[in-house]
């Protein structure tokens, strides 16, 4: 009789054996799990090849399919997508459902249903957690906006869709290429401050970089700081304020050549001259202790007036509206000129797009998806976009008649200003994640004092060079 | 016969919690295994196999040995600093008021100070997170801040100064953690039958000597326990570095930490691929510290 607690080396094995045995139905089980297997191969219909047809229907959606849609639920929350496009679909197609998810976990929530072939028909694919478009795109699993920006728009067939949009829009929606995404959404992006502090002080705009030094002396004086950007959460505020201003010293280019990883491009003379002036703005005219704060921290003290510029997009009124007191009001500040002869002129403006949307290919209704985009981007619904938002989208004059709050109304009146002098989003930052963070990552230690702006050139320099080295990451371009 | 019932009754009561612990822990960590071997970018339906190409390049990263340096340091600092705190405190808690009547009896007001040094426990990390942001908050709206700065001191960047972040951060992780071993060794401490103590305090021992020569070699393996679990977590650290430090894991890379690079990895670069490379290096790092540390602390138990 053996001791119950005893075992021999053949009762381990078999012990062994039984796990195995257990194993087995569960390993097996969830190999597909994963990967997702070699479910690749098989792939849903194409949109429909009877486009333009029926300025109605040009799609030829079915409408006895269900929809699918799912909205990421940031700033802008999805009673946008509830209220106004869904109820636009349902009214075309007459007893349709549309399965409705709003989240803030696109990639947690959807990435296993891209693997599993089980995808949803439109993907609002924004926040922290969105996909890499790009490598969906090569799975097969996004569908060419080619035959949605030629159909004829909703509100006006004689139009395409392509013509009712800001062109900006388009380019920025390319991967390879090819029309993949939906960036539906115009931000502003420059310096916001508060209009009503500059009245009360009697203060004007500083157009060049010495009157942009000598305000921040004056403010000095009351104890305002002249600018500042949030260290902790949101450093890359100041990254791109640092690359628009460079392409206003040394137009787009600048920019594109950075984008494109041309060789050293971060080391041109113009975004030099821009790092060297933010540089010595942020370390004599700001305090170091903002390297530490969020940017929900450092946009109260901006509404405490603490500081006069902070750089980020136009989304920041509606973010800051709960907290923003009756003194304070914003208003958009184009970035002074530093050179004597920046390409740009005074007023250039940072116009970019953005909520990027896309229509799958191996849903159950891609043509439903592409009608649903087609909706979006028709008068009505980028009306109720701009109602449910208060923020623009790239439909030209989807702003009409909506009353649009102050800080809203400056930068539509800067753009317009600046007519073609617009300045161009800097896409490194989607194809590239990591040389973007590593970018902002390094400009910290530079504001911080503990780097040399050759130095910080340098070393963002070689990380590109790295990143274009790199095969196993695949390389985007763009001319414009 | 007999044993086929003896079998057949112990598979009964383990075939669920084996076949779901299979499922959801061992067959995650095969696969992992099984990743690390391609360039998966977490989209493609067939990651391309590329051999031990992920921890070649593990091993010339920078970031990766970098990440490595912060958990050595805190698997140096943080359990030695943990386990010190939590001795002193429940001996003091449990057994320093000295003999009083029958028994030991903790020092005054010990009841109360128990509740105090439980309560961060309680906290999800999170919110301690938040709460130790607001503490160490740089400008003078900052708990610790403001008070030095009210004092005419410079504002001290306790999270944005490379050479004090791991320590700041180091600091929460021994604030947190203490409360939960002070409770384990009071339970340790409590099953140390009485007589010990007063026999050696009759001898003319104090509580020094209390402390050193009964305490401490009775609660051994209870330390022991408690030093594998603090090791461990220092191999974690993910939620706290991801909500308290600059930008998760920053500045300069003075608190990276491989949970937080694996996420990083794998979610916004889109290299699952390397990123479970990383996770497998964790894996190896983790179970060679907790058996090395049953290794070597290894010794005869002693009977009570």
Redesign the interface.
């Known amino acids: 009789m053996s001791h119950?607690g005893e075992i021999t080396r053949r009762q381990l094995l078999r012990r062994i054996g039984?796990?195995a045995f257990?194993?087995g139905p569960?390993?097996g089980?969830?190999?597909a799990?994963?990967?997702?297997?070699?479910?690749?191969a098989p792939s849903a219909s194409a949109p429909a090849s009877s486009a333009g047809t029926d300025p109605k229907n040009p799609f030829g959606v079915d409408a006895k399919k269900g929809l699918e849609v799912v909205i990421f639920t940031g700033g802008f929350k999805d009673d946008y997508a509830k209220l106004v496009h869904e109820a636009m679909y349902t009214k075309s197609f007459a007893g349709v459902s549309i399965k409705h998810t709003g989240t803030q976990n696109v990639?947690t929530m959807l990435?296993p249903r891209?693997?599993a072939g089980d995808a949803p028909d439109v993907v609002n694919n924004s926040g922290p957690?969105a996909?890499?478009v790009a490598?969906?795109a090569?799975?097969g699993?996004v569908a060419d906006l080619g035959p949605l920006w030629d159909a004829p728009a909703l509100d006006d067939p004689g139009k395409k869709v392509r013509d009712t949009v800001t062109p900006a829009a388009i380019e920025e929606g390319k991967l390879n290429g090819k029309d993949m995404t939906l960036n539906y959404v115009v931000s502003h992006r420059g310096l916001w401050y508060n209009s009503k502090l500059f009245e009360k002080e009697g203060w004007t705009l500083p157009q060049t970089l010495d009157e942009f030094k000598a305000l921040g002396d004056k403010a000095k004086a009351k104890g305002i700081h002249l600018f500042a950007y949030p260290?902790?959460?949101g450093?890359y505020y100041m990254l791109w304020n640092m690359l628009y201003q460079a392409a206003k010293i040394g137009g787009n280019q600048a920019i594109i050549d950075i984008d494109n990883l041309v060789d050293n491009a971060w080391k041109s003379e113009a975004f030099k001259a821009s790092v060297t002036a933010w540089h010595e703005i942020f370390t004599k005219y700001s305090?170091?202790?903002?390297?530490?704060?969020?940017h929900t921290?450092t946009q109260i003290?901006h509404l405490q007036d603490k500081f006069l510029f902070y750089p980020t997009g136009s989304w920041l009124e509606g973010e800051m509206a709960k907290d923003k007191p009756d003194t304070f009001e914003y208003a958009l500040a184009p970035f002074p000129t530093v050179t004597a002869n920046d390409t740009m002129p005074y007023g250039a403006i940072q116009v970019g797009t953005g909520e990027v949307f896309f229509a799958t290919a191996k849903g159950k209704n891609p043509q439903g998806a592409l009608e649903y985009l087609r909706i979006m981007l028709s008068k009505e619904g980028a009306k109720g976009f701009v109602e449910q938002t208060k923020s623009l989208t790239i439909v030209n004059g989807s702003a009409e008649g909506v009353d649009l709050p102050p800080g809203l109304a400056s930068a539509n009146k800067v753009q317009t200003a600046a007519g073609q002098s617009l300045i161009t989003s800097a896409r490194f930052e989607g194809w590239y994640?990591?040389l973007f963070?590593y970018a902002?990552?390094q400009q910290?230690?530079l504001m911080?004092g503990?780097m040399t702006v050759d130095e910080f050139l340098d070393k963002v320099q070689k990380k590109a060079d790295d990143i274009k080295a790199d095969s196993?990451i695949a390389k985007q371009t763009r001319n414009a | 016969m007999e044993r086929l019932r003896?079998y057949g009754f112990v598979?009964g009561f383990l075939?669920v919690p084996?076949?779901l612990y299979?499922?959801f822990v061992?067959?995650?960590y095969?696969?992992a295994f099984q990743?690390s071997l391609t360039?998966?970018?977490?989209?493609?339906?067939?990651?391309a196999f590329v051999g031990f190409e992920n921890f070649t390049r593990l091993f010339n990263d920078e970031v990766f040995w970098n990440a490595l340096r912060t958990h050595g340091i805190v698997l140096l600092v943080m359990p030695l600093v943990v386990l010190a705190l939590a001795l002193v405190f429940a001996f003091l808690l449990n057994l320093g008021g000295g003999s009083r009547g029958a028994g030991m009896r903790g020092v005054w007001g010990s009841t109360f100070y128990k509740v105090v040094f439980f309560a961060p426990q309680v906290l999800a990390v999170a919110i301690v997170g938040v709460l130790w942001?607001a503490i160490?908050?740089?400008?003078e709206?900052g708990v610790i801040?403001g008070a030095v700065m009210k004092l005419g001191g410079e504002?001290i960047?306790?999270?944005?100064d490379?050479n004090l972040a791991l320590w700041s951060l180091i600091a929460v992780m021994v604030w947190q953690a203490v409360g939960f071993y002070v409770v384990l060794f009071s339970a340790g401490m409590s099953a140390i039958p009485k007589d010990y103590f007063e026999a050696a305090a009759l001898d003319g021992a104090g509580r020094f000597t209390l402390f050193f020569r009964i305490t401490l070699p009775l609660l051994r393996d209870t330390i022991q326990v408690g030093w594998v679990y603090l090791g461990i977590a220092a191999f974690d650290c993910f939620a706290l570095v991801q909500v308290l430090t600059?930008?998760a894991g920053?500045?300069?890379?003075a608190t990276t930490v491989l949970p937080v690079e694996i996420f990083?990895t794998a979610?916004?670069?889109?290299?699952v691929g390397y990123a479970s490379a990383m996770g497998v290096a964790l894996f190896f790092l983790t179970i060679t510290f907790a058996v090395l540390t049953l290794r070597v602390t290894r010794r005869e138990k002693i009977e009570m």
């Open positions: 119950p039984l796990t257990v194993a569960g390993v089980l969830l190999s799990c994963a990967t997702g297997g070699t479910t690749a990639g990435r891209f693997l957690e996909m890499d490598a969906l090569a799975e699993h260290g902790q959460k450093p305090d170091k202790s903002y390297l530490g704060l969020d921290q003290k994640k990591e963070d902002w990552a910290n230690i911080g503990r196993s | 003896k598979l075939a084996v076949t299979v499922v061992i067959s995650p095969i696969q990743l360039s998966w970018n977490g989209y493609q339906a067939n990651p942001k160490y908050r740089p400008d709206s801040n504002p960047g306790w999270m944005s490379p600059l930008d920053g500045p300069d890379g990083k979610f916004s670069y889109s290299k």
